[in-house]
């Protein structure tokens, strides 16, 4: 039987050819763009033109234009990716797809296994569109900025008919145009996969007319599920491995720790599968590495581990807290953000040190971390609250004063719970009597007007982020009042859970500041039941704050929510041949897909975000603490004291 002969036009390999040339039905010919006119291209069943390899759009030569058009004329089925013009068609400059998505424009099953207002993520691609196409054509696909949605959408008929807009379309009938980069979708991670698939098939059987396998590419990447007829600890114990191996790999420890540690990776995925890495040395990430690897070291004995988590720390407390004078003891964000203190932030590099003098015995940086807190609560409000963030370009000694003397108005877990856990753990350790008062002050207010605190994210996020200190507040006072506010929040949570294991984002009212926001920080939630989770904002907090409560209560209920929300860490982690992301978890996660895939609106964290402290430390550090449960649970006997 003879092979279909397609002549590809383009610079190098890619997903695209690396299809075609794993079908056995198909004959494949590579013709360089600069060699076209040394080719017979009569001999040839069908023609791609694949300039999506490449950062700018191909534009054929006139001579090379006039043998493609004489092939067109001829009937010949072409299909034109990332090219400046073709036919009748001419695009304008390429423009970032960043904060936008495809949609589906045709109609159902037009495409088989695609719906109209389908969406479907192209990363951070780039769009070429098209200010003149067909105007008797339709589209099959559109670009649509900021979409207000997960997975589909309504669109207008402004959408349809602006032809800017158009990213896929038949310019002839012979003739499909693609205005954006999709011959390598497969490394670039294009979501949800089986979406993307079932275009690629279609467009691939379209020009060949042979029956055309995209399995034949091997998965970017995948999730291993829990598996209940194997070992627990075991399976645990090997994602906390892919987890401590996945910072090896990313290289983000600078200089062993001993200057930081790396934010991460961001979420921009470009079309060649290349991920962006965000280089900005951070006090929280470093103080949330630093616990992640002392609970590494208490788990395995490694004393590499150790050492990473005191350099990670020394670099803290000796290179970005303030040693003298009036702002004595702050902390400072970052390297960047040099002035700037978030006392959620702080705290997530106090409570690491903390909990290492708790289980170590140790008063290692104790006078410093007693000093950074006195600075927190120097500047906390008479309600107990402090505002989200202060910043010494505003502040001295009057504006402490004021900060001191007026209600902060701050009643958010997103940006105080922690701080206020710290209090009460500070106090376990220096038995400051200050940090105490302020501390159950704090988780008064908030209380006060729950469940209407301030949100961020969610509602979601909320709840996940008072696990931890209200289990403290309770280990602290012991008031059965203070207890039953633990075991609300805990079983208001559960309201949100998904079959998965993991708790759906959900904000009652729509109420949170990053509700569907534009050209800001964004919720991953568009419409309550959406079935996307945060692990960035919500669900990263959960193994160690459900471990935390296991310890001060003693109640199995709680160790059967670490159990179950470890259990679901598990399924959610990323198992990949790129060692980039090899052992990560990212910030959006949809549970029925089981795959990265949410909002790409947040301007600094989509779905692809990996966050060496946010995530992937608390998650691993709250595995391991769960792991460790006999041995820490020791040091919360006669807690309520």
């Not at 609560?377 to 000694?397: A, H, K, N, P, Q």
């Not at 909320?462 to 280990?475: D, G």
């Amino acid at each position: 039987m003879a092979h279909k002969k397609i002549g590809i036009i383009t610079q190098r390999q890619s997903d695209f050819t690396d299809i075609l040339a794993k079908t056995p039905t198909i004959q494949v010919q590579r013709i360089p763009t600069d060699e076209i006119l040394n080719y017979d291209l009569d001999l040839f069943d069908a023609l791609c033109i694949l300039g999506g390899t490449e950062e700018v759009p191909l534009v054929l030569g006139a001579y090379e234009r006039i043998k493609i058009e004489e092939q067109i004329d001829k009937g010949k089925k072409l299909f034109c990716e990332f090219c400046g013009s073709i036919a009748d068609s001419f695009m304008l400059e390429p423009a970032s797809t960043r904060f936008s998505r495809m949609v589906v424009a045709a109609k159902d099953e037009t495409i088989p296994g695609l719906l109209e207002g389908d969406i479907l993520d192209d990363q951070c691609n780039v769009h070429t569109k098209p200010l003149f196409a067909n105007s008797q054509a339709a589209p099959l696909l559109v670009s649509k900025s900021f979409v207000n949605a997960h997975r589909h959408t309504k669109l207008e008929k402004a959408d349809i008919q602006e032809t800017v807009n158009w990213s896929l379309w038949f310019e002839k009938s012979n003739v499909l145009v693609a205005a954006f980069r999709l011959c390598n979708f497969n490394r670039a991670r294009m979501a949800p996969m089986a979406k993307w698939h079932s275009l690629m098939t279609y467009i691939l059987e379209w020009i060949c007319e042979e029956t055309v396998r995209i399995d034949v590419l091997e998965p970017p990447y995948h999730t291993v599920p829990f598996d209940p007829n194997k070992d627990f600890r075991a399976q645990l114990e090997a994602s906390v491995t892919n987890a401590a191996a996945w910072f090896e790999n990313a290289d983000l420890l600078k200089q062993n720790g001993k200057h930081g540690i790396q934010e991460g990776l961001g979420t921009e995925i470009d079309p060649n599968g290349d991920q962006k890495r965000l280089t900005t040395v951070r006090t929280d990430c470093a103080g949330e590495a630093a616990l992640f690897y002392y609970m590494h070291f208490l788990l395995t004995g490694d004393p590499a581990s150790l050492e990473r988590s005191d350099n990670l720390l020394t670099f803290c407390f000796e290179a970005l807290q303030v040693k003298s004078g009036p702002f004595k003891g702050m902390i400072r964000w970052s390297e960047f953000a040099w002035g700037t203190c978030y006392q959620d932030d702080v705290a997530r590099v106090l409570i690491p040190q903390l909990l290492k003098c708790l289980y170590g015995n140790t008063t290692e940086y104790l006078d410093e971390c007693t000093q950074a807190l006195k600075f927190l609560v120097d500047t906390t409000g008479t309600d107990g609250t402090r505002v989200s963030r202060t910043d010494l370009i505003d502040l001295d000694e009057e504006n402490m004063k004021k900060l001191a003397s007026e209600p902060g108005n701050l009643p958010s877990a997103h940006y105080n719970g922690f701080y206020f856990g710290a209090l009460l753990l500070g106090w376990k350790l220096t038995g400051k009597e200050a940090f105490k008062a302020a501390g159950i002050k704090g988780l008064e207010t908030l209380m006060s007007v729950y469940p209407e605190t301030k949100r961020e994210q969610s509602e979601t996020q909320e709840l996940c982020r008072l696990i931890l200190p209200l289990a403290w507040l309770y280990w602290v006072t012991g008031e059965h009042v203070h207890r039953d506010w633990l075991y609300q929040v805990t079983e208001d949570l559960q309201k949100f859970k998904h079959s998965s294991g993991g708790y759906l984002e959900w904000d009652t009212g729509y109420k949170a500041a990053c509700s569907r926001t534009e050209n800001a920080e964004c919720s991953l939630l568009a419409h309550n039941g959406d079935p996307v989770v945060d692990l960035l904002y919500s669900l990263n907090w959960l193994p160690l704050g459900f471990i935390q409560a296991y310890f001060v209560t003693g109640d199995p209920y709680f160790k059967q929510l670490w159990e179950e929300i470890s259990q679901f860490m598990l399924t959610s982690q990323i198992h990949s041949g790129n060692k980039l992301i090899h052992g990560g978890w990212t910030r959006g996660f949809d549970v029925e897909l089981m795959e990265v895939f949410g909002i790409p609106n947040d301007v600094g964290w989509g779905p692809w975000a990996m966050e060496s402290g946010w995530t992937v430390a608390e998650i691993g550090t709250g595995l391991m603490a769960g792991l460790l449960a006999d041995e820490l649970s020791l040091h919360y006997l006669n807690s309520a004291s």
